[in-house]
């Protein structure tokens, strides 16, 4: 480790001090939730899941993070280390963090619940409803779009990801509308931000209305997601936490980036009860119906038949990485950009939702994400060996 230098924090200054504070379990949850968080003595898989939470947090210099799960109306959640560092307050229960890509499922839900209503046709031309985007040559449907298999590309630069303006909705297309596809729509796995951010002008299109109003009126609302909202650096959020990164041995703050650009593929802020919340109602078949949930947890398939999708996963489907299949398959999407990295699992049949934040820009989250899952259920993550 080298020598501390003035305006940064070494990874032992900043973990002694963290390690020091208390966790704090989430207030206000129903009586029956309240006792799961509060202690951990009724369940040993969830402390040893602290240790672990506790020892990798010292050995990574993780600033924060709050983790969490549901079963039915239960919650267990916990706040860990710092929200912000230079002012020594504690990350909690309901400290709202950048939630990056696992906004792309809620997207996705947004997007059945309009097909569901006749509104969004899943195999029409995306320019239909975004008629600014211009011809590539190909149709690209609302389907491949949902399943990263549109062709449509991904950042080019590091400059793409860092971008300070604000951006509308048409802004945020036209930074990409001209660029050439990277295959032919339906042929190749890409994943991409862009093609959600295709699929939420469409939403407006066909809603008639922002897309984060959209989501406030039929994702976020009936899911009782109250904290969730679209991030602006201008506006005074609630229990908003510092972002951090790790630069040369020491912890510094994350640079300034407007995420709006991002506005239906990242974009969103909250914490990790309304995580939670989203992924119970989206168990208990509140936001979408049984023929759309279906298609959440089938895989897509290129033009050739081979399954789409990461390595170590079943496939990814509509918004979701899939473990297993049929109804019993485990969905998950993981989040990460400038101040966070964040996980959620959705196990649609045990009606267990997995969440995890973390204030910092190291992709070092999904195995704690994954251990609380096997703490919660008593079976370990289904993903795939290396």
């Given at each position: 480790?080298?020598?501390?230098?003035?305006?940064?924090?070494?990874?032992?200054?900043?973990?002694?001090?963290?390690?020091?504070i208390?966790?704090?379990?989430l207030?206000?949850?129903?009586?029956?939730?309240?006792?799961?968080?509060?202690?951990?003595?009724?369940?040993?898989?969830?402390?040893?899941?602290?240790?672990?939470?506790r020892a990798?947090?010292?050995?990574?210099?993780?600033?924060?993070?709050?983790?969490?799960?549901?079963r039915?109306?239960?919650?267990?959640?916990?706040?860990?280390?710092?929200a912000?560092?230079?002012?020594?307050?504690?990350?909690?229960?309901?400290?709202?963090?950048?939630?990056?890509?696992v906004?792309k499922?809620?997207?996705?839900?947004?997007?059945?619940?309009?097909?569901e209503?006749?509104?969004?046709?899943?195999?029409?031309?995306?320019?239909?409803?975004?008629?600014?985007?211009?011809?590539?040559?190909?149709?690209?449907?609302?389907?491949?779009?949902?399943?990263?298999?549109?062709?449509?590309?991904?950042?080019?630069?590091?400059?793409?990801?860092?971008?300070?303006?604000?951006?509308?909705?048409?802004?945020?297309?036209?930074?990409?509308?001209?660029?050439?596809?990277?295959?032919?729509?339906?042929?190749?796995?890409?994943?991409?931000?862009?093609?959600?951010?295709?699929?939420?002008?469409?939403?407006?299109?066909?809603?008639?209305?922002?897309?984060?109003?959209?989501?406030?009126?039929?994702?976020?609302?009936?899911?009782?997601?109250?904290?969730?909202?679209?991030?602006?650096?201008?506006?005074?959020?609630?229990?908003?936490?510092?972002g951090?990164?790790?630069?040369?041995?020491?912890?510094?703050?994350?640079?300034?980036?407007?995420?709006?650009?991002?506005?239906a593929?990242?974009?969103?802020?909250?914490?990790?009860?309304?995580?939670?919340?989203?992924?119970?109602?989206?168990?208990?078949?509140?936001?979408i119906?049984?023929?759309?949930?279906?298609?959440?947890?089938?895989?897509?398939?290129?033009?050739?038949?081979?399954?789409?999708?990461?390595?170590?996963?079943?496939?990814?489907?509509?918004?979701?990485?899939?473990?297993?299949?049929?109804?019993?398959?485990?969905?998950?999407?993981?989040?990460?950009?400038?101040?966070?990295?964040?996980?959620?699992?959705?196990?649609p049949?045990?009606?267990?939702?997995?969440?995890?934040?973390?204030?910092?820009?190291?992709?070092?989250?999904?195995?704690?994400?994954?251990?609380?899952?096997?703490?919660?259920?008593?079976?370990?993550?289904?993903?795939?060996?290396?």
């Amino acid at each position: 480790m080298r020598t501390m230098r003035t305006g940064g924090l070494g990874r032992r200054d900043i973990l002694t001090a963290a390690a020091a504070i208390p966790l704090l379990a989430l207030d206000g949850v129903p009586a029956a939730a309240a006792t799961a968080s509060r202690g951990t003595g009724a369940n040993p898989g969830l402390a040893d899941f602290e240790r672990r939470v506790r020892a990798t947090m010292t050995a990574e210099a993780i600033p924060g993070m709050t983790a969490g799960f549901a079963r039915g109306a239960t919650q267990w959640v916990r706040g860990y280390g710092y929200a912000d560092l230079e002012n020594k307050v504690p990350a909690t229960a309901i400290s709202a963090y950048r939630y990056a890509s696992v906004q792309k499922p809620m997207t996705a839900v947004a997007v059945l619940q309009l097909v569901e209503r006749g509104k969004i046709d899943l195999d029409a031309d995306i320019r239909d409803y975004v008629p600014y985007f211009p011809d590539k040559g190909h149709r690209i449907t609302p389907r491949q779009l949902l399943g990263h298999i549109g062709g449509i590309p991904d950042y080019a630069s590091e400059a793409d990801e860092h971008l300070i303006e604000h951006k509308n909705t048409r802004e945020a297309i036209a930074l990409f509308a001209d660029r050439a596809l990277i295959a032919e729509p339906g042929t190749r796995f890409k994943y991409t931000s862009y093609g959600y951010n295709l699929l939420g002008a469409a939403i407006e299109t066909v809603a008639g209305k922002a897309y984060g109003d959209y989501m406030r009126e039929h994702v976020w609302g009936p899911a009782g997601m109250t904290s969730t909202r679209m991030e602006d650096p201008a506006v005074i959020i609630p229990n908003r936490v510092r972002g951090y990164r790790f630069v040369d041995g020491q912890v510094r703050n994350s640079d300034f980036v407007d995420v709006s650009s991002r506005f239906a593929a990242g974009a969103c802020r909250g914490t990790v009860p309304d995580l939670l919340r989203f992924g119970t109602a989206l168990c208990e078949g509140r936001l979408i119906g049984p023929a759309s949930m279906a298609l959440m947890r089938t895989p897509m398939r290129t033009r050739d038949g081979k399954i789409a999708g990461f390595p170590r996963t079943d496939g990814y489907a509509m918004g979701w990485s899939v473990l297993g299949q049929g109804r019993d398959c485990v969905l998950f999407h993981d989040g990460g950009q400038q101040e966070t990295r964040t996980m959620l699992i959705v196990d649609p049949q045990a009606r267990v939702t997995v969440a995890s934040a973390q204030n910092y820009e190291r992709d070092i989250h999904p195995p704690l994400a994954f251990a609380l899952y096997a703490a919660a259920t008593g079976r370990a993550f289904p993903i795939k060996p290396a």
